[in-house]
C-alpha cells in the first residue's frame, strides 16, 4: 500500500513539473484569442494517465443494456448506476435478486429521455442479480478485487 502511495505522490510531482514546463504563447497574443493548440512536452502515457484519473465515471460504474450478461465486481460502499432505455426496460419491470447487498442512491444524475438511471451502493458481501426482460447483470460484493 505503501508502495502504491509513494508511486502515486511521484506521478502527481512528476505531471506538475510537466505542466509547468509547457510552452505558452507569446505574451503579445491573447491566450483566450488564439485557437491554436498549444505544442505540449508532456508525454502521450501521462496525458492518458491523468484523463483516466480525472473522469468522474467510468464504463465499470455505469451498466447499460450492452452489459447484459455480464458480472460486475465491486468492493463494500462503492457506487454503480444502470442506465436503460425506458421503452425496451419499464422502470416497473425491474425485478431484484439482491440479497440485502446493495441500497439504493437517491442522488441520481439527469439523462436524456427516454433513459433512466436506477443507482446503488453496496452494503454487504454477496452476490445478486438485476434483471429486466431481456437484461440481466450479475453484482458481486467482495472485500478485495483481485486483478
Known amino acids: 500500500m505503501k ?3 509513494f508511486l502515486g505522490t511521484v506521478l502527481c510531482i512528476a505531471l ?14 491573447s491566450p483566450v484569442a488564439s485557437q491554436s493548440p498549444i505544442a505540449s512536452p508532456i508525454p502521450g502515457w ?25 458480472t460486475f465486481t465491486y468492493t463494500l460502499t462503492e457506487r454503480f448506476s444502470v442506465i436503460l432505455d425506458s421503452n425496451k426496460y419499464p422502470r416497473e419491470n425491474f425485478e431484484y435478486e439482491l440479497p440485502d447487498i446493495v441500497g439504493a442512491v437517491s442522488s441520481i444524475y439527469p439523462v436524456p429521455a427516454p433513459l433512466y438511471v436506477m443507482r ?3 452494503v454487504k458481501l ?5 434483471r429486466n426482460g431481456r437484461f440481466a447483470v450479475t453484482i458481486n460484493v467482495v472485500t478485495i ?3
Do not use: W
Open 3 to 5: 508502495s502504491l502511495l
Open 46 to 70: 501521462v496525458t492518458d494517465f491523468y484523463n483516466r484519473m480525472a473522469t468522474p465515471a467510468s464504463h465499470l460504474y455505469e451498466i447499460t443494456e450492452i452489459d447484459s450478461g455480464r
Open 120 to 122: 446503488y451502493e453496496t
Open 16 to 29: 506538475a513539473a510537466l505542466i509547468a514546463c509547457q510552452v505558452l504563447p507569446p505574451a503579445t497574443q
Open 145 to 147: 478485487k483481485m486483478p
Open 126 to 130: 454477496g452476490t445478486g442479480t438485476i
